[in-house]
């Protein structure tokens, strides 16, 4: 708990200079960054994760918090979010936290993942298209949604017609809207 209220203090001083979130209100904060990072975990293997987009570090710094266990990187292509990341990793001890600044496009990574994140990145096709060379065999994708995604759901089945789709609804504590996790299994 001290790592993930030191992570929040952080994250709220650094988007004072830096604008790392548009979400400046601390219990949102709590809720709508924290805790719907959170409610990923539950879906996740023990296996290297990386989350892609990771921005102001959510998906991958709370996890990497509660699953000190895991390999997590997180990649953004801007350096001064993956700054942030980096003084996170420092500050919190999280030596199963790597950064990576780079375009998920062109990451050249030095070996394959079973399971990528993202949280509110890209259409979920795209996001299958562009880390298709990152996935080991039966990977999966974890891709965080606020409504259903009925269209890109559609548009990534016709792109990758062997894929498995699966979709949870997710009960984020103090979330009004809603939440989904869209799983596309390779």
């Known amino acids: 708990m001290a790592q993930l209220e030191a992570f929040l203090n952080s994250v709220e001083k650094w988007s004072r200079v830096y604008n790392l979130t548009r979400i400046t209100n601390r219990s949102q904060m709590v809720t709508h960054h924290l805790l719907d990072s959170l409610s990923l975990a539950d879906y996740l293997s023990d296996e290297p994760l990386l989350d892609v987009g990771s921005g102001a570090g959510f998906p991958g ?49 030095d070996h394959l993942y079973s399971q990528v994140t993202a949280r509110a990145f890209a259409p979920l096709q795209d996001l299958c298209t562009w880390v298709q060379p990152l996935l080991a065999p039966g990977a999966k994708v974890l891709a965080l949604k606020g409504q259903y995604p009925h269209d890109e759901i559609e548009q990534t089945c016709a792109l990758f017609p062997d894929a498995q789709v699966d ?14 996790l869209i799983e596309v299994q390779f």
Do not use: C, W
């Not at 000190?68 to 996170?88: E, G, H, N, Y």
């Not at 979709?167 to 989904?180: I, K, T």
């Open 167 to 180: 979709s949870y609804e997710l009960d984020v504590p103090g979330v009004e809207a809603q939440r989904h």
């Open 61 to 109: 710094i709370p996890l990497a918090i509660a699953r000190p266990f895991q390999d997590i990187t997180v990649l953004d292509s801007a350096q001064k979010r993956t700054r942030f990341a980096i003084q996170m990793k420092g500050e919190l001890q999280l030596s199963n936290l790597s950064v990576v600044t780079a375009r998920v496009e062109s990451y050249d990574a």
